[in-house]
């Protein structure tokens, strides 16, 4: 059993550790307040974190300097502990995973959860001590805990695309609790509006879309086959939820991804079945077990995506991903059956997919999130949200931070990124069109560049 802190927030039991890959690990459980800022509340929930560092470096762990990693979402949990840039760290920090609240081994945000509430308000409530100001107030209760015994008591942050905006907000509330920060596809978009942010989204995946047909041309047809297909048919996926079109056009989501569009091009291969080389007007099992995955959506991701741009108060996000693909994007993407029909001996038309946007439709459409309907509702509507970033301390900051920005990313626009760089005062970014938005992920590399920014032995411009 690993050593443990000693310190209140900490669960009182054994702290369970284990070798394996060349990685020592160690399982923390915290038990944290639920609303930081509230001190007359009593409610607490857990929050789990993993420790990781090299075997090699195992007795000399209590020497080496911490990281804390704050994964992509919102709502998602930490990696792997034996993912490649984790091995990587390991071997210079220890490396900390964090199971953001509500994700993971933390207290988990689930639909059944959520029933404990009487009312759509209630539920709302709660939702709203899910955003980035909480977790990092949960990052700094288990930053004094771990690192009450070391001699540097600060810690350096690295985080993947929403983890890049929980690190802006980490830098506006504790700068002083922060040696370096690491940035992966993930500048919040500080100083442009909700409409801004997707209709760069939109643009971007009608691109991603346009790409995709350029690669894989006889898809344009087995597209429309399947859209066409799914307006006219009632198909019941395994699960017993209906696919309907416009959940089918949500696969554009992983264009922006190492692999996506190869994926969904073996999806199409695959979609109706053969017999005897001729195939039958009827969806494959294959397709509609793969279908029934993207089912599953984290209540937090749905539920509160919109809001990670609502900075402040006075701030609605109002469903505006439904408001622009009904306005100025319906006639790229929103289709009837008779403009299928239309679209059948016609290549110049194509069906458009659709890219990182929750619509209100979507608590109609999946069965795992109509429970929620109201709830969302009610945070679309919500305009007492609090800060995230405060300008004047980022325009002070004096962290050293290195920044990963994709040029084509489809999920944080680049000229978003670059923009808000300017205002966090001495920001090194790296600009490459090498990787995707999944760079970190797809090669360690990119982990070890933002390393060597940091240290000065890569020399790159100040944003």
Known sequence: MATKPSNSYLRPGPIESFVSNGLATSDYYFDLPLRHTDSTSKDTIVVFARKVVAVERQTDSEKMPWLIFFQGGPGFQGPAY???????????????????????LSTAMTVQALSQFKTAQEQADYFMQFRADSIVRDSELIRETLLAKCSD??????????GGFCITTYLSMFPDSVTAAYITGGIPPVFDSLEDVYRKSYNSVLEHT????????????????IMKYLATHEVKLPTGAILTPRKFQQMGMGFGLSGGMDR???LCLQAFVSFNGKEEEELSSAFLTEMAAQEQIPPIYAVLHESIYCDGPGVASNWTASKLLNGEFK??????????EAYDDDSSKVVYFTGEHMYDWMLDDYASLQPLKECADILAKCTTWPK???????????VPVAAAVYYDDMYVARECSEKAAKGIRGIKLWVTNEYMHSGLRDNEAVLTKLFKMVSGEIDVPIA
């Open 210 to 225: 346009d790409r995709y047909y350029q690669r894989f041309p006889l898809d344009i047809k087995r597209v429309k086959k």
């Open 82 to 104: 034996n993912s490649g840039w984790v091995k990587s760290a390991a071997k210079k920090y220890n490396v900390l995973l964090l199971d953001q609240r509500g994700t993971g």
């Open 264 to 266: 969904l091009h073996s």
């Open 331 to 340: 006639s790229k993407i929103v289709y009837s059956v008779k403009e299928f």
């Open 153 to 162: 008591k600060k810690w350096s942050l690295m985080g993947q695309s929403y």
């Open 388 to 398: 995230l970033y405060d300008a004047e301390v980022l325009a002070k900051n004096t």
